[in-house]
């Protein structure tokens, strides 16, 4: 969440008009680069699932998020891929640290 409101924050992309409105989900208030929705999916994908199968499922959803956002209108396609990628990244990094300081058995 703090990534998301540094970035939306640092970006400032305003949302326009322009783009296709639906009914499925109220309209965001916030700036739209990057999706915040698309980045704490792909986080969550790679921190949550501690087994390599349930990672691979979990990105398939994010996936699936990121798709969600551009479908109802709220994003553009560069707009997710900037969230699935500080998203991956973060996830990627937080995932190390846990696994650093996991105990070892043995």
């Known amino acids: 969440l703090v990534l998301t409101r540094v970035l ?3 970006f400032a992309v ?3 008009d322009d783009a296709e409105s ?5 309209t965001p208030t916030s700036t739209r680069f990057p999706s ?3 980045l704490a999916a792909f986080t969550s994908a790679l921190v949550i699932p ?4 349930g990672r691979v499922v979990a990105v ?3 996936a699936l998020v990121a798709w969600s956002r551009v479908r109802v209108g709220h994003h553009r396609p560069a707009d997710v891929v900037a969230g699935a ?3 991956s990244i973060s996830g990627a990094c937080v995932a190390a640290l846990l696994a650093a300081g ?3 058995s043995g």
């Open 36 to 38: 915040g929705h698309t």
């Open 50 to 53: 501690r087994s390599r199968r």
């Open 85 to 87: 990628a500080a998203g």
């Open 60 to 62: 398939g959803f994010a």
């Open 14 to 16: 305003p949302r326009t």
């Open 22 to 26: 639906s009914s499925f989900a109220r």
């Open 8 to 10: 939306k924050h640092h």
């Open 102 to 104: 996991a105990p070892t």
